[in-house]
């Protein structure tokens, strides 16, 4: 995983460099709020507004400064069916609902069953973004053509795009080699905008790129504060009906989204983030967001990234971009909108170059096949998909993975002692996987008259194990002959019904642990 270089803890150099990244985040967010509206089905200001508070009331009050939130993809896809079938009243009521799941989950601290997800599916994850980020890039090398269609761009014009955006990489590369005191990427974006202003170089800008995506001429960024309103929606419960499965997934999606992109910030940065705390910040942006006309959101990696690579560590670089972003739509739309788009497509491709886990391809020989299967699985499903599917497969598939080769691990070491019982000693994990390979293991028919077998070396796992050692004892006793189980922890003695009698008790050396059983309160 990519490991970045760490700016001295001096408080000055660390407030200029969170000032610093903000502004060249806030600049990365319009186009990116502007075309997730458009994927909603909504106006450039409801993205943008999204992406104000989201990220200002997730800086303060999240639980990994650093990280940078806004409107995203995710989030606009599930939205696209509800605003086209009931309008802009019922999603902003969804987004309000998503907003109290996440804070519920938060207070329930779910957030920590993100430790559950396996490191290939973590890999896979950031390689299918950084693939869907470099997808999504490649709609600015479009223009609308006479027809109304969009068209690839051609000759002179593609050149000339190519060439800014080569530009704007070779300055964010070459750059911190002379100096970090200023982000790389915003001096890219403003050198590059400077050039493109004082030549005069035919070059699409933001505000062009707006207009050919509404076909107004006139559209623009200017816009002022967001506008408190309670969701225009009859409140009943077949309201609720409609909003709740949207709602649920949302919630999913964006908690998702952000706390693995928590969980890739704090591998990168060598510290820790706080799950819950996201969890709940998250929620209350969302609901603020459905309270003034804003589309919701989640974290951002992309922006992120450019975020941490900037030097961005502090709560005060995602407030700065968040203020700048509000100060751009109120006062600096007509500055912001002549940013040429190639700048900041040139700050996005090295996002990508950042954020796709190179070294996942070196290790595909080295590692199982069945974690390589993992990573290109969560990445193929991501990128054709969206990514609560593709963690969700993710987690799964290596679920299952792990289940059948421990399913593999139960065997027995017996043998018979001085008074003709026989022993057996058990090895392995018992769980709803391995009983069948468990009940192989003896066979009462052809065993002598008194068995003993030794849980000492074995976990028993879950209820499927219990009913397991229970069919085991009720064909012993079928069979006439005496069965012992010694070293079964309380609560496997409990949940026990044929084999009750049969165990033996030591207090000393039964050992403890607690079983997946629906049967214990």
Not at 60 to 69: A, D, K, L, N, Q
Not at 430 to 458: R, T, W, Y
Request: charged share 15%.
């Amino acid at each position: 995983m990519l490991r970045l270089f760490l700016p001295t803890q001096d408080p000055n150099f660390r407030l200029r460099s969170d000032l610093l990244s903000g502004l060249t985040v806030a600049l990365a967010l319009v186009p990116e709020a502007v075309a997730f509206a458009f994927v909603a089905g909504v106006e450039p200001l409801v993205g943008l507004y999204a992406a104000f508070l989201m990220g200002l009331i997730t800086s303060v009050f999240g639980g990994r400064p650093g990280m940078i939130s806004g409107a995203t993809g995710a989030i606009a896809v599930v939205l696209v069916s509800l605003v086209s079938e009931h309008g802009l009243g019922y999603m902003l009521a969804a987004i309000v609902l998503m907003g109290v799941l996440q804070v519920l989950a938060g207070v329930l601290h779910l957030g920590k069953f993100i430790r559950m997800v396996p490191h290939p599916v973590m890999l896979g994850f950031v390689n299918g973004l950084a693939i869907v980020i470099f997808l999504a890039q490649l709609g600015q090398f479009q223009v609308r053509g006479a027809n109304g269609s969009f068209e690839w761009m051609a000759g002179k014009e593609l050149y000339t795009m190519l060439g800014l955006v080569g530009l704007t990489m070779a300055i964010i590369v070459l750059l911190p080699r002379l100096t970090k005191v200023v982000p790389a990427s915003l001096v890219a974006i403003l050198v590059v905008t400077g050039l493109v202003a004082g030549t005069g170089i035919s070059s699409p800008t933001i505000v062009d790129s707006l207009r050919a995506m509404t076909g107004d001429p006139n559209a623009s960024l200017a816009g002022g504060f967001p506008v408190f309103g309670v969701p225009d929606v009859p409140w009943s419960w077949a309201t609720l009906r409609i909003l709740l499965p949207y709602a649920v997934i949302l919630a999913s999606v964006g908690l998702i989204e952000s706390l693995l992109t928590l969980t890739l910030v704090d591998e990168i940065t060598e510290t820790r983030g706080r799950g819950n705390r996201e969890c709940m910040a998250q929620g209350a942006a969302n609901i603020a967001c459905g309270f003034f006309g804003a589309m919701g959101g989640c974290a951002m990696i992309g922006q992120s990234m450019i975020n941490i690579q900037s030097g961005g560590r502090g709560r005060t670089s995602g407030i700065t971009a968040s203020l700048a972003l509000l100060g751009s739509i109120l006062f600096g739309s007509a500055l912001i909108e002549h940013i040429p788009v190639a700048a900041l497509v040139g700050v996005m491709f090295m996002v990508v170059i950042g954020t796709f886990a190179w070294s996942s391809i070196r290790v595909m020989h080295k590692v199982p096949r069945s974690d390589a299967f993992v990573i290109v699985l969560v990445s193929a499903v991501t990128v054709m998909s969206d990514l609560a599917i593709a963690v969700f497969v993710g987690v799964i598939v290596s679920a299952l993975v792990f289940a059948w080769k421990h399913a593999k691990v139960m065997h027995s070491i017996s043998h018979v002692d001085e008074h003709g019982s026989k022993i057996h000693l058990l090895r392995g994990p018992l769980f709803f996987g391995s009983c069948k390979s468990f009940l192989e293991l003896f066979d009462p028919k052809n065993d002598p008259q008194d068995v003993i077998i030794d849980f000492q070396h074995a976990r028993v796992s879950d209820h499927s194990a219990i009913e397991a050692i229970d069919t085991l004892a009720e064909r012993y006793l079928a069979c006439g002959k005496e069965l012992h189980l010694r070293h079964l922890s309380p609560e496997c003695t409990k949940l026990l019904h044929k084999a009750g009698n049969m165990v033996e008790v030591n207090v000393i050396e039964d050992p403890r642990y607690f079983i997946a059983s629906d049967e214990l309160g």
